[in-house]
C-alpha cells in the first residue's frame, strides 16, 4: 500500500493526496471545483447539523434566495461590487440568446437578500428580520486546493436587519461566539478571536470579526467572519422602516458565514503520516468493527453484530466492516487512513474470553476490553479522544505563538518557518504592506495589548495584532 508525503516535509502535498485517498472529495472536470463524496459530505451535515441548530436556537429562519442576482445589484454597493469583481462568474447569454441584463452567480447573497429585505420591513416592528441559507456561491479562484479554497464551495450565510447598531452589533459577537463554540468544541480546534483591518475586512462591512486557527504547517486558516455591514448597503436598496418615533431610519445590517472550509481544517490540524484523526463529534463513523479470523455468519460474525446493535442503541454511530472479500489488515489500513477514533477487533480467542480489543485512532494503544464493560468503554474513549485533540491542537498553537516587536527581526523567521506572531501596529496600511515581503498578512487585532511602539515604524501602536503566513 502506497505511503501518504511526509508531512512534516511537505505538507501541502500531504494534505491533497490524504483529501483524495481518504474519499473525502475528488476532482471534477470543472477546474477548482471538487466533488464532495458521500464521506466528506457525512462530516459536512454533522457540522451542519450542529450548527443549523444553534442558528434557530438564536432566532434566525432558514429560507433560500437565488443563485442568479442581476448585475445592476451588486454595482450599487461600490465598495462591494470593487471587491469582488475579480471573482465573479457572469450569464451573459441564457435560452439562445443575449440577456438584457448579465446575472451574476451568487459569490454571496448580500445584494439580493437586501433587496428583498427593503420588501418587507415598514415599522420597527418588522424588525429584526434574521435569516439564514444554506447553498453554495461560486467565486473565481486561481489557486485552489480542496476544501480550502475551491471556485464552489458550500456554506451557510446568515443575514439580519436591524433597528440600532448595538442590536446589529450585538448579533455579529453572537454568531461569532457560535462559531468559535462549534470550531472548538466541535472540531477540537483552538481559534483565535479579532477583527479584520481596514484592508482585510468584508467588501462594504464598516467592521469584520473573524477567528483564525493555526494548521500543523505554521499557516493561519481564516475559519469565518461575523460582518456589521455599513448602512450604505441600506442606503443602496432604499431600505427604510419607520422607527418609534415615526421618523424614517435605515437598518442597521449583519452578515455572517462559515464553509466547508472546515472540513479542510479538521484534516491539516489534526492528521497524521497515516491519513486523517477525526474529532469524535464530527466523525461520520465513530467506532468500527472489524472481525478477525472469522467469516459470514459465525459466532464471531454474529458478536460483532450484537455490537453494532448495541452501539447503536445508544447513539454510536458505528461500522460493521462486514467485506468478506478483504483480509483485517487492509480493513486497518483503510480505516485509519479515514480517521475513525475507534477500531474494535473481534476474534475467536477475544469471545471466548468474553472481550474485544479496542484501538483508538490517536495513540494506537491497544486495551482488551470486556464485552459487559464495553459500551461504557466506548462512550468514555469518544469523550477522551475529543479532548485529546483539542489540547494537542491547543498546545501546538501556544508553542508555534510569537512575541515580537519588529518585523525586522522577526519577518525571515516567519517566512521560513511560519507561525503565529503577536507585535504592535499602527494600523497604517504601508505597514500592512510590508509584511508581503515576507509572504505574510495581518489576521487580526486582538484586545491583548504587550507593545507600545510599531512592527515596522516608530509610531505609536494602536492594537497588538497577529501576523501569520495564510492560506
Avoid at 464551495?153 to 462549534?182: C, I, N, R, S
Avoid at 467469516?295 to 454511530?317: F, H, M, N, S, Y
Avoid at 464493560?373 to 483539542?390: K, M, P, R
Amino acid at each position: 500500500m502506497q505511503k501518504l508525503p511526509d508531512i512534516n516535509q511537505n505538507f501541502s502535498e500531504w494534505y491533497n493526496e490524504i483529501v483524495y485517498k481518504a474519499e473525502l472529495a475528488d476532482q471534477s472536470p470543472v477546474k477548482g471545483c471538487i466533488v464532495v463524496r458521500p464521506y466528506g459530505w457525512s462530516m459536512w451535515e454533522l457540522i451542519q447539523g450542529r450548527l443549523d441548530l444553534r442558528i434557530k436556537a438564536t432566532g434566525h429562519q432558514n429560507c433560500a434566495f437565488p443563485l442568479l442576482i442581476p448585475e445592476s445589484f451588486l454595482k450599487r454597493e461600490a465598495k462591494h461590487i470593487e471587491g469582488f469583481a475579480p471573482e465573479l462568474a457572469i450569464v451573459t447569454h441564457a435560452g439562445g440568446k443575449e440577456l438584457e441584463e448579465p446575472l451574476v452567480v451568487r459569490p454571496t447573497s448580500e445584494t439580493m437578500v437586501h433587496h428583498m429585505f427593503a420588501q418587507w420591513m415598514k415599522s420597527w416592528r418588522d424588525l429584526p428580520i434574521k435569516t439564514n441559507q444554506w447553498c453554495s456561491v461560486v467565486r473565481w479562484e486561481m489557486r485552489t486546493r480542496p476544501f480550502l479554497r475551491t471556485t464552489e464551495f458550500f456554506w451557510q450565510e446568515g443575514h439580519t436587519a436591524h433597528a440600532t447598531y448595538d442590536e446589529a452589533y450585538a448579533e455579529v459577537k453572537q454568531m461569532l461566539g457560535e462559531y468559535v463554540d462549534l470550531a472548538q468544541n466541535y472540531l477540537a480546534i483552538p481559534v483565535i478571536v479579532g477583527r479584520k483591518s481596514d484592508q482585510e475586512r468584508f467588501a462594504g462591512a464598516d467592521i469584520t470579526y473573524t477567528f483564525e486557527a493555526m494548521m500543523q504547517d505554521g499557516k493561519a486558516l481564516q475559519m469565518g467572519t461575523s460582518h456589521l455591514l455599513s448602512q450604505n448597503f441600506a442606503k443602496s436598496f432604499e431600505m427604510t422602516f419607520q422607527d418609534q418615533n415615526g421618523q424614517l431610519a435605515y437598518p442597521y445590517l449583519t452578515s455572517w458565514g462559515v464553509t466547508t472550509r472546515l472540513i479542510g481544517a479538521v484534516v491539516a490540524t489534526h492528521g497524521d503520516q497515516n491519513g486523517l484523526i477525526l474529532p469524535p463529534k464530527v466523525a461520520p463513523f465513530q467506532v468500527v468493527i472489524i472481525p478477525v479470523a472469522s467469516q459470514p455468519g459465525d459466532t464471531v460474525w454474529q458478536a460483532a453484530d450484537k455490537i453494532r446493535l448495541e452501539l447503536e442503541a445508544v447513539g454510536v454511530r458505528v461500522k460493521f466492516d462486514d467485506r468478506d472479500h478483504l483480509r483485517p489488515g487492509a480493513k486497518f489500513y483503510e480505516w485509519e487512513l479515514k480517521g475513525v477514533p475507534v477500531r474494535i477487533e473481534l476474534g475467536p480467542k477475544d469471545l471466548a474470553q468474553a472481550q474485544v480489543v479496542l484501538v483508538d485512532r490517536l495513540s494506537s494503544k491497544k486495551q482488551a476490553i470486556l464485552l459487559v464493560n464495553l459500551i461504557d468503554s466506548v462512550q468514555a474513549e469518544l469523550i477522551d479522544l475529543q479532548q485529546a485533540l483539542f489540547d494537542r491542537a491547543q498546545v501546538r498553537l501556544t508553542q508555534s505563538w510569537h512575541k515580537a516587536a519588529k518585523l525586522d527581526q522577526f519577518g525571515p523567521n516567519l517566512e521560513n518557518h511560519a507561525g503565529v506572531y503577536q507585535t504592535g501596529w499602527c494600523q497604517s496600511p504601508a505597514c500592512e504592506l510590508e509584511l508581503k515581503k515576507f509572504k505574510a498578512t495581518t489576521r487580526c487585532l486582538i484586545e491583548d495589548r504587550e507593545f507600545e511602539t510599531c512592527f515596522n515604524c516608530d509610531q505609536a501602536s494602536i492594537a497588538d495584532v497577529i501576523v501569520a503566513k495564510a492560506y
